[in-house]
């Protein structure tokens, strides 16, 4: 509006109703949060109410008294719109200090952000160098590992080779001392080496004739069963032991009785057994106790008497080339014995117990049976068998009857209770090859070994004699030759009634001898 002389009433009145909605208008202009905008929107305002005032200035002089009071609604509106714009300034700085806490805040976060993108950057870096390091020590500790291996293996067989020599040379020592003089060769005898045992400065046995005829027999020998036979290796002795109780010397000739070696403990006799001079006997009992009988000379007197603490069964017993007496008990030691002392010096314990014992030399041969049928044929030193250390150990199948040496100590006969006879090598039994199986008898479907039935070798190792029992409950005796071959059965009318656990040759071969559990000794011829 053009500046001059103010307005009439009616040209007043309408030209406030008109400016009205014209400042309403501005001060309703909506405004944003952004800084500019809103400062441009104030200064626009602010200038509109200049210009208003100074217009209601010019107007307020001429106006009348309703244009005052409308001057006076229109400034209150004015202010109104003031305090809607103090307001808005408050409420836009509050924000402004909220979105600069949010920016900081925001901030603070990018930093964390940052640092932790660097930190994970940092331990990938780190892992990858660590798993690269690992994946070398890996490679190397492959390397090492298989380089280990290479030693181990050829220590592995150096520690064998070793052991074959430590063995090989164990078995030497065990021949030379035992055999210092080697028989000659005979046919039973190859050149193949020394024996592992035999008596000193043995000479080669005469060949042994194949028995076939009853010679003669003593009937009504023991008041029970005979369960045990030994010849003497001189002196044209033979001893019995017997459930009675009583052992009893007899002569080889005529069978004799020379004396009656009465027992202690009034317990069965479980074997009787001779010493390699043939000057001494030892038989062992059923309560534990051992007696020992020097009989050289043709003067029998009790040099020893043994006993177990625990009393339990004496099943096995025999002399080593030095003199020394063995023991085998179902408490499941060996134990070797000093006769002076009457007490053991040395006592191993075994896996299963035993059911005999032999010795050749210083080789000593013991037989075990399991709980499970297994049977084991465990060899010693006897110089050393307190260690607890075996010479070597084979398997033999079911429970073993009985073992014996041959008298040039080179072979080992061992019966079972499954009839079957073996004949084994053991002339090198602590070397490489160790153990040689020369010869396995079955015996017939009829006939059957008792658990105390005994084998024997002939004195040149060409026959075998065993005794059994048969389906017909007569005894019989059966001769087989190494090679596994029945040389004869004897089993006559006049001969046993019953089993036939005990059989030895003559020391001269001229006779085989037979006890059977009918009290009768036989002595049968070629």
Not at 18 to 35: F, H, I, M, Q, S
Not at 73 to 90: E, F
Not at 275 to 284: E, F
Request: glycine residues 10%; aromatic residues 4%.
């Amino acid at each position: 509006m053009a500046s001059g002389a103010p307005p009439s009433d009616g040209a007043h009145e309408r030209w406030c109703r008109a400016l009205l909605p014209v400042v309403e208008a501005r001060n309703r202009t909506p405004y944003t949060v952004d800084g500019a905008g809103f400062e441009a929107v104030l200064a626009a305002l602010a200038l509109a109410q200049r210009r208003l005032e100074c217009e209601l200035g010019d107007l307020g002089a001429a106006a009348d008294p309703g244009a005052a009071r409308r001057e006076a609604a229109l400034a209150a509106q004015l202010r109104d719109r003031d305090s809607v714009i103090v307001a808005s300034q408050t409420k836009y700085v509050k924000m402004e200090q909220e979105n600069e806490a949010l920016r900081g805040e925001a901030a603070a976060l990018q930093e964390q952000l940052d640092r932790a993108r660097d930190a994970a950057a940092a331990e990938s870096a780190r892992m990858a160098s660590e798993n690269e390091r690992l994946t070398e020590t890996a490679v190397q500790g492959k390397q090492r590992e298989a380089h280990l291996v290479n030693e181990n293996t050829a220590l592995e067989q150096k520690c064998k080779e070793a052991l074959e020599k430590v063995k090989a040379l164990e078995a030497l020592e065990l021949h030379l001392l035992a055999t210092p003089v080697t028989p000659p060769h005979t046919a039973a005898s190859p050149p193949d080496g020394p024996p592992a045992g035999g008596p000193r400065g043995a000479a080669a046995a005469p060949q042994v004739a194949v028995p076939a005829a009853l010679r003669q027999g003593q009937r009504n020998c023991h008041r029970h069963g005979i369960a045990s036979l030994d010849t003497a290796a001189c002196g044209g002795l033979f001893a019995t032991g017997s459930a009675d109780g009583l052992v009893k010397l007899w002569g080889v000739d005529d069978l004799a009785l020379v004396e009656v070696l009465q027992q202690g403990d009034g317990s069965g006799v479980e074997r009787v057994r001779f010493s390699p001079a043939g000057d001494r006997l030892a038989a062992c009992t059923q309560q534990g106790s051992v007696l020992v009988w020097s009989v050289a000379r043709g003067q029998q007197r009790l040099a020893a008497t043994l006993k177990v603490a625990n009393k339990q069964a004496i099943v096995g017993l025999c002399f080593d080339a030095a003199g020394s007496l063995f023991t085998v008990g179902k408490d499941r030691f060996i134990r070797r014995w000093d006769l002076a002392k009457g007490a053991p010096t040395n006592t191993v314990s075994e896996w299963a117990p035993p059911t005999d014992l032999a010795a050749t030399g210083h080789l000593v041969a013991s037989a075990h049976a399991g709980r499970d049928g297994a049977s084991k044929l465990l060899f010693w030193d006897s110089r050393t068998v307190a260690r607890g250390q075996t010479v070597n150990e084979v398997e033999h199948g079911a429970p073993i009857t009985s073992v014996s040496f041959s008298a040039d100590g080179g072979k080992l006969l061992s019966s079972s209770l499954d009839g079957v006879l073996k004949v084994h090598d053991v002339r090198y039994i602590g070397s490489k090859h160790q153990f040689n199986e020369l010869a396995t008898v079955r015996l017939p479907a009829d006939a059957a070994l008792l658990p105390s039935s005994q084998a024997r070798l002939s004195p040149d190792a060409r026959l075998i004699a065993v005794g059994a029992s048969t389906d017909s409950s007569l005894g019989a005796v059966h001769v087989y030759d190494t090679r596994g071959k029945l040389r004869a059965a004897l089993q006559t009318e006049g001969g046993h009634q019953g089993g036939v656990p005990g059989v030895a040759w003559a020391a001269d071969g001229s006779c085989l001898l037979s006890a059977g559990v009918d009290n009768a000794v036989l002595a049968w011829k070629a």
